[in-house]
């Protein structure tokens, strides 16, 4: 009995210790800091515009000195005074996806990046670093920042863009928060775009792990109105006014949704509890796009709008890499074969112990044959992140790979389970 109360002091302790420690650096707000990435192939840059005050602190108040992901970018915060590093998070960004492209090497861009961080109660550094794709530090900035300085820009006190919650579990302190932006609709289209977000929520929680840890979210829909209804197709030379500039063919591949205007976004969310991003695209033309800890952007009127949400969330909630590979290509330069990659469900067999070695069954063949996939569901198919040689995956499908396939496979389920315990445990 002694044990187990000895037990239960030091679990007290502990869970004391990580709520001073937030308490000890940071005040209940957020500070919204906007970047600039700029460059090209060769050589980039990062470049502040605004630092910003947002009400209230919707992430989370422990780990805070531990990455939830590597990412291909990084914040860290130290306390100026101290150097002690008080709170790291991860990225992963549109300008990165860029610089692998033909254009990178012709011209030189700048795009928009906003994080989120606690808000600091003493000055504080700042540093930015972005990775390249064998995962070295490419860019990096530091700067400091003095939560007294007159120029932070008060944002979300006033004139807070309408929402609805289609899930309320519990404070933003306990819950994970996910908002749902209208991209494309006019405010006289906003029913439809409550309707489309409610079907969005219902995908992504008809899948596991969500299902299960459903309690640990908050889901608010946000009726941010745009100017024209739809969003632009270039291929068509059809070009709208919306909310965030969205449009097709980005980096020229047709199907590739996105947006660059990533500051607007933050503005429609300012005064929302919000972590996590998705934007639902007022279209049935079949596209989207997921950028790990930026947003998911789906079109919402596309009869595979409910598998494409859920897999673009995957992307961008969780990390995880796209399972699919072109049968006509040897290999491609995505991904290096001497690195083990960041994303969990994807190995090049360089640190196999750091991925899904640990779940695989007795005597399980690597390469798994796909042909014995039934007697295999975790193991190591050779073809995955664009690849067919040298990138292997966990299962021979996924709703990482294809549209088609009902669910994650167990090593998906496993890392997104992960995750959602260390934003809320």
């Not at 150097?83 to 928009?112: H, N, P």
């Not at 000055?123 to 794709?133: H, I, M, N």
């Amino acid at each position: 009995m002694k044990k187990y109360a000895c037990m239960l002091i030091l679990l007290l302790t502990v869970g004391t210790l990580a709520a001073q420690d937030f308490s000890q650096y940071f005040t209940d707000k957020t500070l919204r800091v906007d970047y600039f990435f700029t460059g090209n192939a060769e050589r980039q840059e990062i470049w502040v515009d605004e630092l910003s005050v947002l009400p209230g602190w919707s992430g989370r108040k422990h780990n805070l000195a531990q990455l939830p992901l590597t990412g291909y970018g990084q914040i860290t915060v130290r306390d100026l005074e101290k150097g002690t590093v008080i709170y790291r998070t991860s990225f992963s960004t549109l300008f990165q996806e860029w610089l692998e492209t033909d254009e990178a090497r012709k011209v030189q861009k700048g795009f928009e990046n906003t994080f989120l961080l606690p808000y600091p109660k003493q000055p504080v550094e700042v540093e930015v670093t972005l990775l390249d794709k064998r995962l070295k530090p490419k860019a990096s900035m530091k700067h400091t920042v003095d939560p007294a300085d007159i120029l932070i820009h008060p944002k979300g006190f006033s004139d807070v863009t309408p929402h609805k919650y289609l899930i309320q579990s519990g404070s933003a302190e306990r819950c994970i928060d996910v908002a749902i932006l209208a991209e494309g609709y006019t405010e006289a289209e906003m029913e439809t775009f409550y309707r489309d977000a409610a079907t969005a929520c219902e995908s992504l929680f008809g899948h596991e792990p969500f299902k299960s840890l459903k309690n640990r979210f908050n889901v608010v829909a946000v009726a941010s109105p745009s100017k024209d209804s739809g969003v632009s197709i270039p291929r068509l030379n059809d070009w709208k006014q919306t909310a965030f500039s969205s449009h097709f063919s980005t980096f020229y591949s047709d199907r590739y949704l996105t947006t660059s205007r990533v500051k607007s976004i933050h503005d429609a969310l300012a005064g929302i509890p919000y972590e996590h991003i998705i934007i639902l695209a007022n279209t049935d033309e079949y596209g989207g796009g997921g950028i790990y800890n930026a947003y998911t952007l789906t079109t919402a009127h596309h009869p595979m709008f409910r598998p494409v949400v859920v897999h673009e969330f995957g992307h961008s909630f969780a990390g995880l890499a796209d399972e699919y590979f072109y049968d006509d290509d040897v290999m491609t330069d995505t991904y290096p074969l001497d690195v083990e990659p960041w994303e969990p469900n994807i190995s090049t067999r360089i640190d196999f112990a750091s991925k899904w070695e640990d779940i695989l069954g007795k005597g399980t063949p690597i390469p798994t044959p796909t042909a014995e996939s039934e007697r295999y569901p975790v193991g190591v198919y050779e073809g995955g992140g664009y690849s067919a040689k040298g990138i292997y995956r966990p299962a021979d499908n996924c709703r990482m790979r294809t549209n088609e396939y009902p669910t994650f496979c167990p090593v998906c389920q496993r890392a997104i389970q992960r995750l959602i315990e260390f934003y809320t445990e």
